[in-house]
């Protein structure tokens, strides 16, 4: 099968990596894959194979006129030749913003049009999706002929308004464990500093700053880069809760070494569409405790069993959950397994074969 994805670019975001692991996917399936992409100027830093067509059509123009004139009419122009050529069988869009430019390039298409989502279809009262956005995923997306979802509650919350919605979960970046990992006294989060209000990283801190005297041997671990400004911020809020000496901020980094040698993971999201760091995590034998943004970690995690649920923006319940994985070590460890056994089900392999689903039918 001839198959075009289109994605905004192919380096850092969640998305962006996890139309990296389909294009591998769709390779080793043997698929045709050719990869459209909407900024020439950043780098493909994801590994892509080698027969993967890379085909960039933005501009490299500074001036802001030049560049908007160049998207309004030579994008088009250059999208349609490159699908005029591949003549694909199917159109992946990553994120529903391409869907309009498909549609007006090609009104009479011969191809399917599939939109996946990547965040969730409803937002919490202080965080509104735009009109913009909220127009892309009600409005753009009728023109596709399958949707696919993060989760089943994104599934429940869009209802009747959009036809032909599929829960597609994202694939997991490392191979599960086989053999548990030494782990270290810490708790993990990860995610960007400059998202620090979604990721309720000061819930985090202030939950961590009612326990941090009960285990002075733990310690929590922040690990994700961002502007110093916001970094300082955090910092700030450690030392007026005076918990500076036990936590840590590490930066951006590869956060595969910190997930094989923490024994706990922390998601604090205000609000979350899936979570890729949380399947993440469990692949690597962390015992979890995430914030359930209405039924969406659910997906991922029975309560107890895989994990630890509390209800987002909650200090007292997350210092709960926390207190209960650092107090009852063999509670933790039998999470810790269980975690990795559930994993398993995000795994590239399991992900391509409800791709293959979707694509015969």
């Given at each position: 099968?001839?198959?075009?994805?289109?994605?905004?670019?192919?380096?850092?975001?969640?998305?962006?990596?996890?139309?990296?692991?389909?294009?591998?996917?769709?390779?080793?399936?043997?698929?045709?894959?050719?990869?459209?992409?909407?900024?020439?100027?950043?780098?493909?830093?994801?590994?892509?194979?080698?027969?993967?067509?890379?085909?960039?059509?933005?501009s490299r123009f500074s001036n802001r006129f030049i560049r908007?004139?160049?998207?309004?009419?030579?994008?088009?122009?250059?999208?349609?030749?490159?699908?005029?050529?591949?003549?694909?069988?199917?159109?992946?869009?990553?994120?529903?913003?391409?869907?309009?430019?498909?549609?007006?390039?090609?009104?009479?298409?011969?191809?399917?049009?599939?939109?996946?989502?990547?965040?969730?279809?409803?937002?919490?009262?202080?965080?509104?999706?735009?009109?913009?956005?909220?127009?892309?995923?009600?409005?753009?997306?009728?023109?596709?002929?399958?949707?696919?979802?993060?989760?089943?509650?994104?599934?429940?919350?869009?209802?009747?308004?959009?036809?032909?919605?599929?829960?597609?979960?994202?694939?997991?970046?490392?191979?599960?464990?086989?053999?548990?990992?030494?782990?270290?006294?810490?708790?993990?989060?990860?995610?960007?500093?400059?998202?620090?209000?979604?990721?309720?990283?000061?819930?985090?801190?202030?939950?961590?700053?009612?326990?941090?005297?009960?285990?002075?041997?733990?310690?929590?671990?922040?690990?994700?880069?961002?502007?110093?400004?916001?970094?300082?911020?955090?910092?700030?809020?450690?030392?007026e809760l005076n918990v500076s000496s036990s936590v840590e901020?590490?930066?951006?980094?590869?956060?595969?070494?910190?997930?094989?040698?923490?024994?706990?993971?922390?998601?604090?999201?205000?609000?979350?569409?899936?979570?890729?760091?949380?399947?993440?995590?469990?692949?690597?034998?962390?015992?979890?405790?995430?914030?359930?943004?209405?039924?969406?970690?659910?997906?991922?995690?029975?309560?107890?069993?895989?994990?630890?649920?509390?209800?987002?923006?909650?200090?007292?319940?997350?210092?709960?959950?926390?207190?209960?994985?650092?107090?009852?070590?063999?509670?933790?460890?039998?999470?810790?397994?269980?975690?990795?056994?559930?994993?398993?089900?995000?795994?590239?392999?399991?992900?391509?074969?409800?791709?293959?689903?979707?694509?015969?039918?």
């Amino acid at each position: 099968m001839r198959i075009v994805i289109c994605v905004n670019r192919l380096t850092g975001g969640g998305a962006e990596r996890v139309a990296s692991l389909w294009i591998k996917g769709f390779v080793e399936q043997g698929h045709s894959v050719d990869v459209v992409m909407s900024s020439s100027i950043d780098p493909v830093t994801y590994e892509i194979p080698a027969n993967v067509g890379i085909h960039k059509i933005d501009s490299r123009f500074s001036n802001r006129f030049i560049r908007i004139i160049h998207n309004l009419f030579f994008k088009s122009i250059c999208l349609k030749k490159i699908l005029t050529t591949i003549n694909p069988n199917v159109v992946i869009t990553v994120m529903p913003e391409w869907i309009p430019l498909i549609d007006k390039i090609c009104p009479h298409r011969t191809f399917k049009l599939i939109s996946t989502e990547h965040s969730a279809f409803e937002h919490p009262t202080d965080a509104l999706i735009s009109s913009d956005l909220y127009m892309h995923k009600f409005e753009s997306n009728k023109k596709a002929d399958v949707v696919t979802v993060l989760t089943n509650s994104d599934k429940i919350c869009i209802g009747s308004r959009l036809d032909n919605v599929v829960v597609l979960p994202n694939p997991l970046t490392y191979k599960p464990v086989e053999v548990m990992p030494s782990k270290d006294p810490f708790v993990l989060a990860v995610g960007r500093l400059d998202g620090w209000y979604v990721k309720g990283f000061d819930i985090l801190i202030n939950a961590w700053a009612k326990i941090a005297n009960d285990f002075p041997t733990w310690k929590l671990v922040i690990a994700g880069g961002g502007r110093l400004e916001n970094k300082e911020r955090l910092e700030i809020l450690c030392e007026e809760l005076n918990v500076s000496s036990s936590v840590e901020f590490v930066g951006f980094v590869d956060p595969l070494s910190y997930y094989l040698k923490a024994s706990i993971f922390v998601l604090s999201s205000r609000y979350e569409g899936f979570g890729m760091v949380l399947t993440e995590a469990m692949s690597q034998g962390c015992a979890c405790v995430a914030c359930d943004w209405r039924g969406r970690q659910a997906d991922i995690i029975s309560n107890d069993k895989e994990g630890i649920l509390c209800r987002p923006n909650d200090i007292n319940d997350l210092a709960y959950a926390i207190s209960r994985l650092i107090k009852d070590s063999n509670f933790r460890k039998l999470i810790q397994h269980q975690a990795i056994i559930k994993s398993k089900e995000y795994e590239l392999d399991v992900i391509m074969n409800q791709w293959n689903t979707i694509l015969n039918n």
